[in-house]
Every structure is written in C-alpha cells, then in structure tokens.
T-cell receptor, first 115, second 112 residues
Framework: DQQVKQNSPSLSVQEGRISILNCDYTNSMFDYFLWYKKYPAEGPTFLISISSIKDKNEDGRFTVFLNKSAKHLSLHIVPSQPGDSAVYFCAASEGPASGTYKYIFGTGTRLKVLA | KAGVTQTPRYLIKTRGQQVTLSCSPISGHRSVSWYQQTPGQGLQFLFEYFSETQRNKGNFPGRFSGRQFSNSRSEMNVSTLELGDSALYLC???????????FGSGTRLTVV
C-alpha cells in the first residue's frame, strides 16, 4: 500500500511556464515532507522541505504547498528551465513527534521542460 | 567537501549469491540510510543507522541487513540474491537523524 503517491509519472512543460508536481499521502501522522530531484546516474538531491505547521515554503523558483486536510502537497517551479528536467520525488515522515525518521518516498514524476 | 561515496558503482551477481555494498558518508555525518530504487516501486526505505545502531527499518525481508562502523561508514548485505533484488541501491548520510540527507550516486545491482 503506497502511503505516498505521485499519480503523474511524467509531465511536460514549456520553458518559462509553471511546473506543478503533485503528491498525495494517506498517513495523517506524516508531519514533515521533502522534495528531491534526481538526474540520471546521480543520487537524489534535496530541493525543499515543509513541516506540517506551515502551508507554504518558498526557495527561489521553488515553492511547496501543503494542504493537510486534503493530505496533498505540491511543488511549483516558476519559471521552469530546461535544467529542471529530472525525476522529482516527494517524501514524507512522521518526524520527531513519533520518534521515527523513516521517510516514505513516492514513485516519482519525470519532468521534461521543453525549450 | 567530499560527498557520499558508494562502492562499487555497478555489480552483477548470480541468483543465490550474496553481495555487500559499501557507503562512506560525508565527513561528520553520523546517520546513514539505505534505499532501494526500482522503476515500479520508486525509492523504498531499507534501514537507517546512527552511531552504529539501527534506528529505523523498512519492510524488507531478513536477507537484507546492514551495519555501521565506528567511523560512520556503512555496509549493506543481501544474501541469497533473487532476480527481484536487481535495483539501484542508494545510500544517504545526514548529520543527525531526520533531516539534511545527502544521497550518493548509488550502486546498480543486477542479479542474473
């Protein structure tokens, strides 16, 4: 049973436009969320995080939104650039409240930014 | 500053054999986690070690085991390999439990 779901396996966006990557989760105990970006033949690199006490976190072109009632988070990339083409993973954890830091990852969304 | 180093990068093994993968964390990082990545399942958590103790464990059979040494380097062992164990195995290190994970490039294991 996938506790973290990324229902879109792939997404294509024109350069300069907004990319929106979505992630849904089922465990209401999750309170810390991460987004990672992965290029082929490399390990994932950390992009941005958000804890459940916030509903938005921004870092440059990347913004993550969290809707706790809907158990949904999204990553917005504005403006999208060709170098953003990669696989994006969201991950969730119950975090310090439960004493566990086990991260559950989604299956990833492959973003292709078209020049 | 050196990143997370995983060796070997590629490995081909036969069913029934065992394999040991190695991970050297970033200097000063005390936590090492292991993940399995497959096309259908994405990234799945295997286990996490902190100060030589296993702190968290994923839902993998007992054939998957690991350990962490006093210098924080970690090894993962898979015994009695099955075809389904073919995957990219990623290691991540962090200074403390729960945040700041940096991943290595992974070891691609192929079981034939």
């Amino acid at each position: 049973d996938q506790q973290v779901k990324q229902n879109s396996p792939s997404l294509s966006v024109q350069e300069g436009r907004i990319s929106i990557l979505n992630c849904d989760y089922t465990n209401s105990m999750f309170d810390y969320f991460l987004w990672y970006k992965k290029y082929p033949a490399e390990g994932p690199t950390f992009l941005i995080s958000i804890s459940s006490i916030k509903d938005k976190n921004e870092d440059g072109r990347f913004t993550v939104f969290l809707n706790k009632s809907a158990k949904h988070l999204s990553l917005h990339i504005v403006p999208s650039q060709p170098g953003d083409s990669a696989v994006y993973f969201c991950a969730a954890s119950e975090g310090p409240a439960s004493g566990t830091y086990k991260y559950i990852f989604g299956t990833g969304t492959r973003l292709k930014v078209l020049a | 500053k050196a990143g997370v180093t995983q060796t070997p990068r590629y490995l081909i093994k036969t069913r029934g054999q065992q394999v040991t993968l190695s991970c050297s964390p970033i200097s000063g990082h005390r936590s090492v986690s292991w993940y399995q990545q497959t096309p259908g399942q994405g990234l799945q958590f295997l286990f996490e070690y902190f100060s030589e103790t296993q702190r968290n464990k994923g839902n993998f059979p007992g054939r998957f085991s690991g350990r962490q040494f006093s210098n924080s380097r970690s090894e993962m062992n898979v015994s009695t390999l099955e075809l389904g164990d073919s995957a990219l195995y990623l290691c991540a290190s962090s200074p403390e439990l729960g945040y700041g994970y940096t991943f290595g490039s992974g070891t691609r294991l192929t079981v034939v």
